[in-house]
């Protein structure tokens, strides 16, 4: 089992910024992928950004020059920094992890962006 807590979301006008963190716990395998995905009301859940373990990263096309992702391999885990938001980027952001046998899913926290 790995355990996912993430925080840092909350409401933020136009051109803000949020950093969002998401700790992991447990039976984490030394070669995986940490990300985070995002849901809009009405919307399928869609990859934001994916970290790998060596620090391969991948990132969607709508946030790519405006969010960030790192990962603490010392205190297990990862980060998305978030600058210039937009209203489209409304959503709940799930924190993701992956190894060859098993995916996790975090709770899910809020980001608003709204003036």
């Known amino acids: 089992q790995v355990q996912l807590v993430e925080s840092g979301g909350g409401l933020v006008q136009p051109g803000g910024s949020l950093r969002l963190s998401c700790a992991a716990s447990?039976?984490?395998?030394?070669?995986?992928?940490m990300g985070w995905y995002r849901q809009a009301p009405g919307k399928e859940r869609e990859l934001v950004a994916a970290?790998?373990?060596?620090?391969?990263?991948n990132y969607a096309d709508s946030v790519k020059g405006r969010f960030t992702i790192s990962r603490d391999h010392a205190k297990n885990t990862v980060y998305l920094q978030m600058n210039s938001l937009k209203p489209e980027d409304t959503a709940v952001y799930y924190c993701?992890?992956?190894?060859?046998?098993?995916?996790?899913w975090g709770q899910g926290t809020q980001v608003t962006v709204s003036s």
């Open positions: 447990g039976s984490i395998f030394s070669i995986n992928v």
């Open positions: 993701n992890y992956e190894d060859y046998s098993k995916v996790y």
């Open positions: 970290i790998t373990n060596g620090g391969t990263t």
